[in-house]
Each structure stands twice: as C-alpha cells, then as structure tokens.
C-alpha cells in the first residue's frame, strides 16, 4: 500500500489523509476483503475468467480496492475507476515480487542448517 502511495500522490489520483496509517488501515482492510469476498467474486465470474485466461482477476483486484475506496473511515480515495485499477494493478505486481523475494529467502534458510 505504501507503494501504491508513492506512484499515485497528488491531488489528481490517489488521496491519503495520514500518509502513515491510512496505508496500514487500507491494507488491513484490503487483506480482510480479499480473504472473504474475492473467492466469491472469482467464482461468479468463473465463465469470464476462463475466456480472458485470468486477466479478469484484475478486474476483481480493482473492485476490491474499489470497495476498500468507499469505507469512509479509512482515508483512502481515488479519482475514478482508472486509477483504483492501476493502483490495483501495481499492488498485484508487487505482491508477486515480495512474494517470491519471501520464498527466495524461506529456501535459503531451510537449505542451511
């Protein structure tokens, strides 16, 4: 999330009010959407999914993210559809690479006695 925040400051894209705790909050709140209705989401739209070869699942990170726009509370904004899915779109890529950084170095130390 802080990253997202780095890309798209300003007043133009995406808002933050505390540039500490929003991004902690929304990803506490991302992470509890995405356990609890992404599956569901992906379900429903199996059918789409399988004809545009999982690129869809983008489309589902944006709603997300979309949803996670719209609870008041947490401080987070976006001008439009456009930038909650290129905001979606950069946290996926570096989820990945954290990912396989995480899984990189979980090899290494099982490796090493």
């Known amino acids: ?13 995406v808002h933050v009010h505390d540039p500490v705790w929003t991004p902690i909050i929304a990803a506490l709140v991302l992470g509890i959407i995405n356990a609890i209705l992404r599956p569901i989401l992906i379900i ?18 944006a709603i997300t993210f979309w949803i ?5 509370p947490i401080g987070l904004t976006a001008d439009g559809f456009g930038w909650i899915f290129w905001s979606a779109l950069i ?9 396989h950084i995480v899984k ?3 090899k290494g130390r099982q490796t090493t006695p």
């Open 1 to 13: 999330m802080f990253f997202v925040v780095l890309v798209f400051p300003g007043p133009a894209h």
């Open 44 to 61: 429903l739209t199996l059918p789409v999914e399988i004809l545009t070869l999982g690129l869809f699942t983008l489309v589902i990170n």
């Open 68 to 72: 996670v726009t719209k609870i008041g």
């Open 91 to 99: 946290l996926a890529i570096v989820s990945f690479i954290l990912s």
């Open 104 to 106: 990189e170095v979980d």
